[in-house]
């Protein structure tokens, strides 16, 4: 094997050894840092206060967001469907519709073909919305991950979407891909 070909898996031996070094000491720190459970509810709470603080005027948290957003994308959808699309329980999307209705920001119906199933739609205002807290929602997206570089935000992103892909079923509401 010549030199140059060896050089990858070194350096790929090296990158795990440092990887299990840097592991080693946030665990020395706090043995919570090496327990993914706690830093994605950590990052959740970081995000969380990051997306209301961008959105602060607009006064919708990141679940209304979340099911606007749902809601947008299919026009017009009842809300089984909705839940599905956010990965919610039922009674909890129909807690903030209602709350969301009396804004003004969308509007149910009941659907033609059963009287039971509530239809669920933005209104104009509701559409305007959207369109206007887009810059401040991606601002809070962008200000999560700021502190890694692009490629690792990237990477970050796409390992967390393969693991929520592959454990999708183990969570009470399924969400829809």
Not at 74 to 97: C, F, K, N, S, Y
Not at 133 to 138: D, E, F, G, K, R
Not at 143 to 163: A, F, K
């Amino acid at each position: 094997m010549s030199e140059q070909s060896e050089q990858p898996e070194l350096a790929a031996l090296h990158s795990s050894d440092s990887a299990a070094a840097e592991l080693a000491r946030a665990q020395h720190r706090s043995p919570l840092l090496v327990r993914p459970g706690f830093l994605i509810r950590r990052l959740h709470q970081i995000h969380c206060s990051l997306f209301l603080e961008e959105t602060e005027a607009f006064n919708i948290t990141p679940v209304q967001y979340s099911l606007m957003t749902a809601i947008s994308r299919h026009g017009e959808a009842d809300q089984i469907t909705i839940a599905r699309e956010v990965g919610l329980e039922r009674t909890t999307v129909a807690e903030v519709l209602v709350r969301l209705e009396g804004r003004g920001i969308l509007m149910r119906r009941p659907a033609p073909h059963d009287r039971r199933v509530r239809l669920v739609k933005l209104t104009a205002s509701g559409k305007a919305l959207i369109r206007k807290m887009a810059p401040a929602v991606q601002r809070a997206h962008d200000r999560t991950l700021d502190v890694l570089p692009v490629e690792e935000q990237q990477s970050l992103l796409l390992q967390l979407i393969r693991v929520v892909e592959a454990k999708n079923d183990a969570g009470a509401a399924p969400f829809r891909f």
